[in-house]
């Protein structure tokens, strides 16, 4: 499902399913976000498009202050390097309300600490980008009502859906996923965006995680992903 340009990939929290394990459900999730067929292989560090794209990839914007406060250790998701897969570090965030395994050599890059709508958002060194974002959606709504509002805030910011409420899965949550094209600014103008969104739900809240890629998708970057989505979860 990865296209040649930019991509965007947005998750948000779920509630468990009995019948699959989290690895059978990351995978699921990973397939459908066009992750789970890409073999293994070694970082290469950002390729030029990285550094000519100051939209998603502005490395100078990293933000150095407040990130003790997003992010916390969590030890019992650490796992060291092996298998030709980077070391992971357990982390808690968004006040102790998600724990995930991620790659060590992710960097934050920007956080908001504005209650209600606290983010982070971190870049890989083999390019590109993994955010969590929290919504304000109440739990006790049905589901039709939260995608409902979410489509609405989609549109209303000038995207298209072009497909969406699949159903997919990731650590304990499963949620609902979307296709979503957005013009997005550059430095010589404007250009088309395709992303993948999942509004995922738990029984506490509902999150929104995004991954957004420039360029063609390196190998590294599904099994990286897996160990994440099959860790993530919505507390």
């Known amino acids: 499902m990865f296209e040649p340009n930019s991509i965007v990939i947005r998750a948000a929290s779920v509630r468990t399913v009995p019948s699959q394990t989290p690895r059978r459900r990351a995978l699921a999730t990973l397939a459908l976000l066009g992750l789970g067929a890409l073999a293994p292989a070694c970082a290469s560090g950002p390729p030029p498009a990285a550094f000519e794209n100051r939209v998603f990839y502005n490395y100078d914007d990293f933000v150095a202050s407040g990130g003790g406060s997003v992010e916390r250790p969590y030890p019992p998701l650490d796992q060291k390097e092996r298998a030709g897969l980077p070391e992971y570090v357990g982390v808690s965030i968004l006040g102790g309300s998600v724990h995930l395994s991620r790659p060590k050599s992710w960097k934050i890059r920007r956080i908001s600490l504005t209650p209600e709508r606290r983010f982070v958002e971190y870049v890989s060194p083999n390019a590109y980008l993994f955010s969590i974002y929290e919504r304000n959606d109440s739990t006790a709504d049905l589901w039709s009502e939260v995608l409902e509002r979410y489509e609405e805030d989609v549109k209303a910011a000038g995207a298209e859906i072009v497909g969406g409420r699949v159903p997919v899965a990731t650590g304990n949550a499963q949620g609902r996923e979307y296709v979503v094209k957005r013009s997005v600014k550059g430095q010589k103008g404007p250009y088309s965006n395709t992303s993948h969104e999942v509004v ?26 897996l160990r994440v989505m099959e860790t993530l979860e919505l507390h």
């Open 200 to 225: 995922l739900r738990s029984e506490h809240r509902i999150d929104v995680v995004e991954i957004v890629h420039q360029g063609d998708t390196p190998a590294a970057v599904g099994q990286e992903m």
